[in-house]
């Protein structure tokens, strides 16, 4: 650990009560805060050649991470954010750039300042966990060369110090990175103290991995993910998703999230897809998990930007890949770049399919609801924006269907504080 024994150390050993602090969100009270041109951005996909799915994990991260920092920041003084499995891990940059730890390095300083600035007192925290001597060595000598953030970096397994690490934080809002490279070393159980505390989770879920061994044959194998889903009977639940519908790859998915969603308690979880740059497959799924809808909402739209990197970036490494292979620049595909790219735009109508469902179920079942409810439930689902659900909302004001109370004057688009009240009996909301 940095700067002596921290106050982590010290509670973990009792020496130190752990901290208080205020209790409750007030996320909804949050308005936008101005994300400023001149803050610095991670490296260019070019920097990520053959790791592009890292570059669009990187990119996810860092632009999530500066919203929740700057909205929790400009309400309290205090904010943790804690990165599990922190490398620095096939890093091609001499500075690190090209790593989850100095990019969030990078953004915490920034929004710091820039508060600062608007005269507010910012102390974000950076609590960073590796296991790898070689690894850790490198961490600790990068962060300890940075003067003006609060930064603990310890060295061991990152399950080992979960609890310290959750005493430490206490009731502090938290936002918890996990990024393993497989599917151990985070068990359920052991995740439990941090899916307690207020704040969010950012958990890299390794898809293509687990799905390899999912359906295998060796019942130990099987026995292996009891503890990432930390239940016994996971693969009952995984197959009641499936009977339900649900593709294999969903439903895998979905266990997950739910699991996350009872042992942490939490109001929303949801999931967005990183693709494998060559092909349409899944790599993994960053799942997150947050008490307040409002996070949902920020989530979506981060999402918005970084599918539209995913698929631009995806689309150059195709092209590249084409021109490595042949030698020659395929003219055609250049015009592909401002095309669609059919699956993804198939599968975002999917989505949109469903959440435009799932929200006549919701009116159908909801005499009145707060729309920030029907905002959280719906965004909810990958790919869905607010502006879709306001675009369903008003057809169905359109349609004499519902009608959003709290609408004055010339108002149109509804907003967290309106009700959206249903004015047809059940069956008559049809789809
Ligand atoms: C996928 S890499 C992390 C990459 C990093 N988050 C990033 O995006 O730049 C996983 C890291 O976790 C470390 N690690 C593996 N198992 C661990 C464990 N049980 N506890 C802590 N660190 C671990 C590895 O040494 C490796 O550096």
């Not at 962060?143 to 609890?163: H, K, N, T, W």
């Not at 979905?254 to 740059?277: E, N, S, W």
């Amino acid at each position: 650990m940095r700067r002596g024994k921290g106050p982590l150390l010290l509670q973990a050993m009792g020496r130190l009560p752990p901290k208080g602090g205020r209790t409750g969100t007030r996320w909804a009270e949050m308005g936008r805060v101005p994300i400023s041109a001149h803050f610095r951005r991670m490296k260019s996909p070019q920097a990520y050649r053959g790791n592009e799915q890292t570059y669009v994990k990187h990119f996810f991260l860092e632009r999530y991470l500066e919203r929740v920092a700057y909205i929790i920041l400009s309400n309290w003084p205090k904010f943790v954010y804690v990165d599990g499995f922190s490398g620095p891990w096939k890093s091609r940059d001499e500075q690190f750039k090209d790593t989850s730890f100095i990019i969030a390095i990078d953004k915490l300083r920034e929004v710091k300042a820039a508060l600062r600035q608007a005269g507010k007192a910012a102390s974000p925290r950076c609590i960073f966990i590796e296991k790898n001597p070689e690894s850790f060595a490198e961490l600790q000598s990068v962060v300890s060369r940075i003067p003006d953030l609060d930064i603990a970096a310890l060295q061991g397994e990152f399950r080992d110090l979960i609890p310290a690490i959750a005493g430490e934080i206490g009731r502090q809002f938290s936002f918890v990175f996990i990024d393993p490279t497989g599917w151990t070393g985070f068990d359920m159980h052991n995740l439990d103290p941090l899916l307690k505390l207020r704040g969010e989770v950012l958990i890299n879920f390794m898809f293509d991995h687990i799905n390899r061994f999912v359906e295998h044959p060796n019942p130990k194998t099987a026995e292996g993910f009891n503890s990432l889903f930390g239940h016994p009977n996971w693969y009952d639940l995984y197959t009641d998703h499936i009977d339900k519908g649900l593709s294999r790859e969903d439903a895998i998915v979905a266990v997950y999230m739910d699991r996350l969603r009872q042992v942490g308690g939490f109001a929303h979880v949801t999931c967005t897809r990183i693709k494998k740059p060559l092909s349409e497959r899944s790599y993994f799924y960053l799942i997150y998990a947050t008490r307040h809808w409002k996070g949902i909402l920020e989530f979506r739209k981060v999402e918005q930007r970084a599918a539209d990197e995913q698929e631009s970036v995806f689309g150059a490494t195709r092209r590249l890949r084409k021109v490595a292979q042949t030698g020659q620049e395929d003219l055609f595909a250049r015009a592909d770049v401002s095309e669609p790219n059919l699956p993804f735009e198939q599968q975002r109508s999917l989505k949109q399919s469903l959440a435009r469902s799932l929200l006549f179920s919701i009116i159908r079942e909801n005499h009145e609801i707060a729309y920030e409810s029907v905002l959280g439930k719906v965004l909810e689902i990958p790919l869905v924006s607010v502006q879709d659900l306001n675009g369903w909302l008003a057809e169905l004001r359109k349609a004499g269907a519902i009608e959003i109370v709290g609408l004055v004057g010339r108002e149109r688009v509804p907003k967290p504080g309106h009700v959206v009240r249903s004015l047809r009996t059940q069956d008559n909301i049809a789809e």
